[in-house]
């Protein structure tokens, strides 16, 4: 996702500058999300082997999608401090040899899309969206979105872009299928739609560039990763849809962002709080195998709260210059 959407990580000051918060912006002091107090509580999910066949349509009919089993309905991005999604979202996911598929259902009563060409700003309808970490270090990870019609959008970001990015935009997951089943009529403003679900089908040799020892996962192994979904509001006129407008501006409304596992600010691009996909050599539905945690990934968080610290710490030259010249006032003051 590019710079400026969903990259927007705000710094906390700290609590004992008080004269360097007197003098910030209301607006700097609301909103601001405190990173390093954030709960680390990333969803999990066990992710087992496709038994036959699967044929990416959008519909879900093979037997091995029928024994997958949902993740947890999407929350808002910020978490369950914010309103609940209007929608319901959810997904699942399977493996084979060849390919990592995921599938996800969104409730939608107004399907549209307007996107039909690849590595389109796809977030600009409505869309569904997957990150893949892969060996979980935060760098060189995979973004994917998809609207109603099927269209892909398709990227590598060498390093979140908090710490700069870029994104390759020209990166491409040579091989990859989608399916899109709408439940209901695409683009038809005036009825009520169901909604639509979108079915993915990524080649490990494309997915493994990036991947420890550049190998598709084996079993046990987890890889990070997570979902999101944006939803704009939308009016009908003159017979199609249109982005709901901010009262009296020619702006259209923020849209909404559900995700899988909250992120706990308005930023997909935090690696370190997606959630994890533990890949089973079970195939769906033979039996059920529990989640294995990893005690280092509590280490790894430690860590990620320090370096959440170290970035507030590299604003002390500009609070520092605050604070001397309060100080500084104060002791003309007194003098």
């Keep these: 996702m590019i710079a400026g959407r969903k990259a927007r990580v705000s710094r906390r000051w700290p609590a004992m500058l008080l004269c360097a918060i007197a003098l910030s912006p209301p607006s700097a002091q609301r909103a601001t999300p405190d990173l390093e107090a954030l709960p680390f509580a990333p969803c ?6 496709a038994s036959s066949p699967i044929s990416v349509d959008g519909k879900l009919g093979e037997p091995a999608w029928a024994a997958a ?14 309103p609940q999604p209007r929608f319901r979202t959810r997904a699942k996911m399977l493996w084979d040899d060849e390919y990592f598929y995921v599938a996800a259902e969104m409730e939608e009563p107004d399907v549209w899309g307007t996107l039909t060409e690849r590595d389109s700003v796809i977030f600009r309808d409505n869309d569904f969206e997957l990150f893949i970490d892969s060996d979980g ?22 390093k979140p872009y908090r710490d700069g990015g870029p994104a ?11 399916g899109v089943d709408i ?25 493994r560039e990036a991947a420890p020892d550049h190998k598709a996962p084996k079993p046990g192994d987890r890889w990070r990763i997570n979902f999101s979904r944006v939803e704009w509001e939308v009016d009908q006129e003159q017979g199609r849809y249109t ?21 706990g600010a308005i930023d997909m691009h935090m690696p370190e709080r997606w959630g994890y996909v533990q890949f089973s050599g079970t195939p769906a539905g033979s039996r059920v195998d ?41 002791t003309v003051e007194s003098g």
């Design 44 to 49: 999990r999910y066990v992710s087992y082997r």
């Design 69 to 82: 089993a949902w993740s947890e309905a999407f929350i808002d991005i910020e978490g369950d401090s914010r």
């Design 137 to 158: 270090d935060t760098h060189e990870y995979y973004e994917l979105e998809v609207n109603a019609l099927g269209t892909p959008w398709d990227l590598m970001l060498i």
């Design 168 to 178: 390759i935009h020209a990166w491409d997951i040579a091989g990859l299928r989608v």
């Design 183 to 207: 439940r209901g009529t695409l683009n038809r403003p005036g009825d009520r739609d169901e909604g639509w679900t979108v079915e993915i089908a990524m080649p490990w040799k494309i997915l």
């Design 243 to 263: 982005k709901r407008l901010k009262p009296g501006t020619k702006d259209p409304l923020p849209e909404n962002n559900w995700v899988w596992s909250p992120q």
């Design 290 to 330: 529990p989640f294995v945690e990893d005690s280092n990934e509590r280490v790894k968080w430690a860590l990620r709260r320090l370096y959440y610290r170290q970035r507030r710490f590299r604003a002390a030259p500009r609070m520092a210059s605050t604070a001397s010249s309060c100080t500084l006032i104060k």
